[in-house]
C-alpha cells in the first residue's frame, strides 16, 4: 500500500506550459517537503510546508499544502528545460509513530524545449 | 563543500554475494538516514541513526539487510546473500536532526547495486 500517492506519473510538455503535479495521502502530515531529482543525483529539497493551506514561492514554482495536511500540490509556470526531473513529495505522516519521511512515487517531468 | 558521499558509486555483484555500502554524512549531522530506490520509482525507507538512540529498523526489508553507524559519523549498509531483487540505487542523507520534524535532509549521489 502506497501512503503517498502521486499524479501524473509521467508528464511531457513543451517549454512555456504549465503544469501541477499532486501529492494525495489519506494519513495527515506533520510536514510535507518536495524534492527534485535529477538522473544519477540525489534528491534536492525545494521546499517545506508545515501549516494547513500554506502556499510557498520559489521562483515559478508554486507549492500548497491542503487545509487538512493530507494532500499537497506543486505548479509550475512557464515550464523550462531545466525543470527537467523527478519531483518527489514526502511527508512525516502522524499515525505511522515513524521520524523519518515517507516518499511517493514521483511524477517524472520532461519539458521538450 | 563538503557533501554527504557515497562508495561505491557503482557495485556489481553476483546473487549469493555480500555487498558493503558506505556513508559519508555531513559533519556534524546528527541524524543519518538510509532509502533505497529502484528503477523509476520513489525512496522506500530502510533505516535511520539520530544521535545516540537506537536505529529506526523499521524499513529493512529482511534480516539480510543491517547497517551500522560509528557515532555521528561513517554508516555501513550491509547486504548479505543478495538476490536480483535487491538491484536498486541506495541513497543516504544526513541532516542536522530528525527530518520527520523538518529538518532538511541532504542526499549523497547513491550507489548503483546490480546484482546478476
Known amino acids: 500500500t502506497q501512503l503517498l500517492e502521486q499524479s501524473p506519473q509521467f508528464l511531457s510538455i513543451q517549454e512555456g506550459e504549465n503544469l501541477t503535479v499532486y501529492c494525495n495521502s489519506s494519513?495527515?502530515?506533520?510536514?510535507l517537503q518536495w524534492y527534485r531529482q535529477e538522473p544519477g543525483e540525489g534528491p534536492v529539497l525545494l521546499v517545506t510546508?508545515?501549516?494547513?493551506?500554506e502556499v510557498k514561492k520559489l521562483k515559478r514554482l508554486t507549492f500548497q499544502f491542503g487545509d487538512a495536511r493530507k494532500d499537497s500540490s506543486l505548479h509550475i509556470t512557464a515550464a523550462q528545460p531545466g525543470d527537467t526531473g523527478l519531483y518527489l513529495c514526502?511527508?512525516?505522516?502522524?499515525?505511522?509513530?515513524?521520524?523519518?519521511?515517507?516518499f511517493g512515487s514521483g511524477t517524472r517531468l520532461q519539458v521538450q524545449p | 563543500g563538503a557533501g554527504v558521499s557515497q562508495s561505491p558509486s557503482n557495485k556489481v555483484t553476483e546473487k549469493g554475494k555480500d555487498v558493503e555500502l558506505r556513508c559519508d554524512p555531513i559533519?556534524?549531522?546528527?541524524?543519518l538516514y538510509w532509502y533505497r530506490q529502484r528503477l523509476g520509482q520513489g525512496l522506500e525507507f530502510l533505516i535511520y541513526?539520530?544521535?545516540?538512540?537506537?536505529?529506526?529498523k523499521s524499513g529493512l526489508p529482511s534480516d539480510r539487510f543491517s547497517a551500522e553507524r560509528t557515532g555521528e559519523s561513517v554508516s555501513t549498509l550491509t547486504i548479505q546473500r543478495t538476490q536480483q531483487e535487491d538491484s536498486a540505487v541506495y541513497l543516504c542523507?544526513?541532516?542536522?536532526?530528525?527530518?520527520?520534524?523538518?529538518?532538511?535532509?541532504?542526499f549523497g549521489p547513491g550507489t548503483r547495486l546490480t546484482v546478476t
Open positions: 542523507a544526513s541532516s542536522r536532526g530528525l527530518a520527520g520534524v523538518g529538518y532538511e535532509q541532504y
Open positions: 494519513s495527515v502530515f506533520s510536514s
Open positions: 510546508v508545515v501549516t494547513g493551506g
Open positions: 514526502a511527508g512525516s505522516i502522524m499515525d505511522t509513530g515513524r521520524r523519518a519521511l515517507t
Open positions: 559533519s556534524g549531522h546528527t541524524a
Open positions: 541513526f539520530q544521535g545516540n538512540s537506537a536505529p529506526d
